[in-house]
C-alpha cells in the first residue's frame, strides 16, 4: 500500500518559520490557496548545479483565499473560514505558513484570532495598518482607503503579541504608508514605533514599479534594527531578483498571488477550447496526463 503524504505536529510547524530565519539570511514564500497548490510548493524545485533552492514557506493570502471563493477581496471571510482552509493544507504539507491578517480585525477580537492561529501552528500572522472597510492595497488612492492611526495601531501589536502562546509565534506588522503615499518618513516612523510595541517583524509594500523606495526604507530601517526580520512583496517591482532583496536587507520574500494567477487563464484557456473544437483532443498537451493525475496524491492507486 502506498504511503499518504508527510505532515508534521502544530507546534514543530509553528516552530519551523524562525528557525529558517535563524539559519538562512533570506527565505522565499509563495502563496498557497488550496492542499493541491500548497502541495506542488512542497514538490517545486530548481537546481543549478550542487546548488538546489525551494520555497521555505507558504503564504496564505486573504486576496486568493477570497478568489478562489469567488468572494471580494474586503475582510468579507471571516477568520474561521480561511483558518478551515489552512487546516486543510496543514493535513498534506510540512512546510511553515505565514497568515495574511488583513487589518488584524478589532484591536479587542485579534487576541483571540492570534492564540487560534497559533494553536493550528502557524508560524507567523501579517496585519496591516489600515482602517475601515479593507481594499486590496494595490489600488492605492484610487479607491478610498485610510491608515490606522499609529499610536492604536501598536496598540493592537501589543494585545496581539500578548495573547501568543509561545516565544516561536511571530506578529509582524505591514506599513501602508507608501501604497498611500504618506512618504518614507512617515512608515520608518511607524516601523520603529511598531517594533518598540512589539512586532517581531516589518512588511513595507509598494505598489511602484521601481523598488527604489522599499530599497531606501530597507537601508533606513537597517541602521535602526539590524535583526529584525523585514519582509517585502515584490508583485509590482518584480524585476527585481529574490538575491538582490536579500543583498539589501529583506529577508523574507513573499510571491504573494502567482500560483492562483497561474491557474485561472490556463483554466480559462482549456474551457474555451473545448468549446470551440467540441472536444478535448487539441488541449490535451497543455493538461497533466490523467495518469499523473492519479498518481499525483499519494494513496490514490
Same mark, same amino acid.
Given at each position: ?17 524562525? @528557525?529558517? =530565519?535563524?539559519? *538562512?539570511?533570506?527565505?522565499? $514564500? ?12 512542497? *514538490?517545486?524545485?530548481? &537546481?543549478?548545479?550542487? $546548488? ?29 473560514? !480561511? ?9 498534506? &504539507? ?19 484570532? %492570534? /492564540?487560534? /492561529? ?12 489600515? +482602517? ?10 484610487? $479607491? ?11 496598540? @493592537?501589536?501589543?494585545?496581539? @503579541? ?16 507608501? %501604497? ?18 512589539? /512586532? ?6 509598494? !505598489? ?5 523606495? %522599499? ?19 515584490? +508583485? ?9 532583496? $536579500? ?12 500560483? =492562483? ?18 472536444? &478535448? ?11 499523473? %493525475? ?5 494513496? &490514490?492507486?
Amino acid at each position: 500500500m502506498e504511503l499518504p503524504m508527510k505532515s508534521v505536529t502544530s507546534e514543530l510547524r509553528g516552530q519551523s518559520l524562525r @528557525k529558517l =530565519l535563524s539559519k *538562512k539570511k533570506g527565505i522565499r $514564500v509563495i502563496e498557497a490557496h488550496s492542499p493541491l497548490s500548497a502541495m506542488l510548493v512542497e *514538490k517545486a524545485s530548481y &537546481t543549478n548545479g550542487n $546548488v538546489t533552492v525551494e520555497f521555505d514557506a507558504f503564504w496564505s493570502s486573504s486576496l486568493t483565499d477570497s478568489t478562489v471563493r469567488g468572494k471580494p477581496d474586503t475582510e468579507l471571510l471571516d477568520l474561521k473560514s !480561511r483558518l478551515n482552509g489552512v487546516s486543510d493544507i496543514f493535513e498534506v &504539507t510540512t512546510k511553515p505558513l505565514i497568515l495574511d491578517g488583513d487589518t488584524g480585525g478589532k484591536a479587542e477580537h485579534l487576541p483571540y484570532h %492570534i /492564540a487560534t /492561529a497559533e494553536r493550528m501552528g502557524v508560524s507567523a500572522v501579517i496585519i496591516e495598518d489600515k +482602517t475601515g472597510l479593507k481594499k486590496n492595497s494595490l489600488f492605492g488612492n484610487d $479607491v478610498k482607503q485610510t491608515q490606522a492611526d499609529p499610536i492604536e495601531f501598536a496598540e @493592537k501589536i501589543r494585545l496581539g @503579541k500578548y495573547a501568543q502562546l509561545s516565544s516561536d509565534f511571530m506578529l509582524i506588522a505591514r506599513i501602508e504608508s507608501l %501604497i498611500l503615499d504618506a512618504g518614507l518618513d512617515d512608515a520608518l516612523k511607524r516601523a520603529l514605533l511598531y517594533v518598540e510595541s512589539g /512586532a517581531d517583524g516589518v512588511m513595507i509594500h509598494s !505598489r511602484k514599479k521601481d523598488p527604489s523606495e %522599499i530599497i531606501e526604507f530597507a537601508k533606513r530601517f537597517r541602521s535602526h534594527y539590524p535583526s529584525v526580520p523585514l519582509v517585502c512583496v515584490p +508583485t509590482s517591482f518584480n524585476d527585481i531578483k529574490f538575491d538582490t532583496l $536579500v543583498e539589501n536587507g529583506f529577508n523574507v520574500v513573499i510571491y504573494a498571488n502567482h500560483m =492562483l494567477r497561474a491557474a485561472y487563464p490556463a483554466m480559462l484557456s482549456v474551457a474555451n477550447q473545448i468549446l470551440k473544437y467540441g472536444r &478535448t483532443l487539441e488541449v490535451e498537451d497543455r493538461c497533466l496526463d490523467i495518469q499523473e %493525475i492519479l498518481s499525483l496524491i499519494p494513496g &490514490t492507486r
